[in-house]
């Protein structure tokens, strides 16, 4: 199983600055990265697939890089709606065994 | 733009089978275009994959769960349908149906359903 690995748990941003949200992965997962944010009581939503592929509405202050086992995804501008819990999501494998990180929470300072 | 919606009980007896179904609109469960999963989240905690089934009919699930799960597709109603066997309190969870798009990075769930709890007690 290839194990996910996010840093910092959690991070305290001031709204307006840039918060930077780090992803590992056990093994190569080429650019097969996802990541999704989770407001309080609702569904994960995608925000970035094929590891800096942005999804639809999603704005451009959104920006994910990396490849292979290190991934970023860089919040710039921070908006008060942006403070939520941020997952990566791995689908490198087949057959699928996709693997979760265990999310950043991104808090305001 | 798909919309996806959980249904089925909200408490199931341990050692039972748990059943839900997910009711897709906009667009058909059928179509080439889309694979369909189903991921859950324990209370207070990260993201756990359970499986996916694609148009094909072909299923590829979690081998954490030890066979305990099956999943099918009812083309006629454009429903999809999680069972989970032998339930204990290690799944009790908000469960999620969620679909991707096929073709470039095909893998990444684009569409998720509300969600809906599942306790286990007796």
């Known amino acids: 199983e290839i194990v996910m690995t996010q840093s910092p748990v959690t991070m305290s941003v001031s709204p307006g600055e840039t918060a930077t949200l780090s992803c590992r992965a056990s093994?190569?997962?080429?650019?097969?990265l996802a990541w999704y944010q989770q407001r309080p009581g609702q569904a994960p939503r995608l925000l970035i697939y094929?590891?800096?592929s942005r999804a639809t509405d999603i704005p451009a202050r959104f920006s994910g890089s990396g490849s292979g086992t290190e991934f970023t995804l860089t919040i710039s501008s921070l908006q008060s709606e942006d403070f939520a819990i941020y997952y990566c999501?791995?689908?490198?494998?087949?057959?699928?065994?996709?693997?979760f990180g265990q999310g950043t929470k991104l808090e305001i300072k | 733009q798909l919309q996806l919606q959980e249904s089925g009980p909200g408490l199931v007896n341990p050692s039972e089978t748990l059943s839900l179904t997910c009711t897709v609109s906009?667009?058909?469960?059928?179509?080439?275009?889309?694979?369909w999963g189903w991921i859950r989240q324990p209370p207070g905690k990260g993201l756990e994959w359970i499986g996916n089934?694609?148009?094909?009919?072909?299923?590829h699930n979690n081998p954490s769960l030890r066979g305990r799960v099956s999943m099918s597709v009812d083309t006629s109603r454009n429903q999809l349908s999680l069972r989970l066997a032998s339930v204990t309190a290690a799944d009790v969870a908000i469960y999620y149906c969620?679909?991707?798009?096929?073709?470039?990075?095909?893998?990444?769930?684009?569409?998720w359903g509300q969600g809906t709890l599942v306790t286990v007690s007796s």
């Open positions: 089934i694609y148009y094909s009919g072909n299923t």
């Open positions: 906009g667009g058909s469960i059928n179509s080439h275009s889309y694979f």
């Open positions: 969620a679909s991707g798009r096929h073709g470039y990075s095909s893998g990444r769930y684009d569409f």
């Open positions: 094929g590891a800096s």
């Open positions: 999501h791995q689908y490198n494998d087949w057959p699928p065994k996709f693997t």
């Open positions: 093994q190569n997962v080429n650019n097969n």
